[in-house]
């Protein structure tokens, strides 16, 4: 996936953005990237509550309320955010490009759909603590390498749980499939 990204007039290009990378920077993460939708059309950032959002993209839960952006190739989204006593700055987000690209080989497939920022992961990991219904919608598929809508009436949110527990509680296809744990199994029913 490829990307525009920065101040207006000052934008760089990204043009093999890893998945969870946050923008502008690990040190100032007002976006982080969290995948592309199984559609392999739409790609999903996270968006800082500071950020006022204008343009192509779709905001996620509603307009007003933009905790997620969703663009597609050639959408251009425009982020006013409070600067201190620099005052408003913008920053201009466009989706250069999506494509689905022929690994050599299944190890190289497998290290392609597994490739993550870490300062991003650690960012993610720190906003769950703090607010853990911010990442509730998405589970992020290895097998496929796109994320996957979570419905919450099935799924059990623990991103952090390392993974003898994900195996335990999930099953061991449940742990290749996600990077997240899915359902924990119902007890049967008398």
């Known amino acids: 996936m490829s990307v525009r990204f920065g101040e207006d007039g000052a934008q760089k290009s990204y ?4 998945r969870l990378t946050p923008l502008p920077s690990a040190d100032n993460p ?3 990237f969290l995948g592309v ?10 968006v800082s509550s500071d950020a006022v959002a204008t343009g192509d993209g779709t905001c996620k839960p509603s307009a007003s309320v933009c905790q997620e952006i969703e663009l597609k190739k050639g959408d251009v989204e425009f982020f ?9 700055v913008q920053y201009e987000l466009e989706l250069t490009g999506i494509a689905k690209v022929k690994a050599a080989t299944a190890a190289s497939a497998a290290r392609a759909r597994a490739r993550e920022s870490a300062a991003g992961r650690d960012f993610l990991r720190q906003l769950a603590v703090q607010d853990p219904a911010a990442l509730a919608g998405w589970d992020y598929s290895r097998s496929l390498g796109v994320l996957v809508a979570k419905d919450p009436a099935v799924h059990v949110d623990a991103a952090n749980l390392p993974s003898s527990v994900a195996k335990a509680a999930a099953g061991p296809a449940a742990e290749q499939t996600t990077s997240t744990v899915p359902t924990v199994p119902a007890s049967p029913q008398p």
């Open 15 to 18: 043009p093999d953005l890893a």
């Open 80 to 88: 006013d955010l409070g600067s201190g006593t620099a005052g408003v």
């Open 30 to 32: 007002f976006f982080v």
């Open 37 to 46: 939708k199984a559609d392999q059309k739409t790609a999903v950032f996270l």
